[in-house]
């Protein structure tokens, strides 16, 4: 089985943003986002293709606790998740971030 690997802007960018717009408001939402953000994580480390291919690629993984999904794709030699994002942001928005970041994480 491939390796999960997880993109520095998920766990430095994407995830610290969403608990502190949170946080302020509701901890129990931040905890809950936080705590099914750990379960997606779990479940793709045992079953990655449990959720299907979309037509640009990705897979996608959508938040119950918040307006968020998660976004990741199978590589050649792991499970890549590249970013985690508000399910209202225009999807040339995010299909573009996750270019560069998956640009940017194969040139490193």
Known sequence: MKPLRILDDV???DLPGIVS???PQSR???EAI???YDR????LRRTPAIFRERPHGWRVCVFRSGSYSL???ELGSCWLVA???HAR???DWIQARLLIREVRDRKD
Do not use: C, T
């Not at 997606?40 to 479940?43: D, G, K, L, T, V």
């Open 11 to 13: 766990a430095e960018r």
């Open 21 to 23: 717009y949170h946080l």
């Open 28 to 30: 129990a939402k931040a």
């Open 34 to 36: 936080v705590a099914e």
């Open 40 to 43: 997606f994580i779990e479940q």
């Open 71 to 73: 976004y990741f794709r």
């Open 83 to 85: 970013g985690v994002f």
């Open 89 to 91: 942001r225009d999807p």
